[in-house]
């Protein structure tokens, strides 16, 4: 699992790529690609709690439950969800 570190300087790195990018078609899937790593980063960065690491689980579980029509915004929940559980199982190694 990537930290939010990385995944911020991938979204960075992809930032600056739609700068030079002439294609709008191409231009626009990796800005929002950069914006989907940057919403992660940020999410397992405020996410080091584990009560509030589970309330997310259970937000991101409901969001998909409850239907989402977009695929790359279904994409992105799945994985901070994936992120999210992995998180918690680390911690839960950790723990004493």
Known sequence: ??????????????REA??????PELKRELAQRALELA???EALAHSEAPEIIRANIK???SMLAAGISDDAHKRVVEEMLAEAQNLLRNLADQAP
């Open 39 to 41: 919403e992660r980063a």
């Open 59 to 61: 937000r991101y579980r």
């Open 18 to 23: 739609v700068k030079s990018i002439t294609d």
């Open 1 to 14: 699992m990537p930290s939010a570190e990385e995944l911020r300087a991938e979204s960075q790195r992809l």
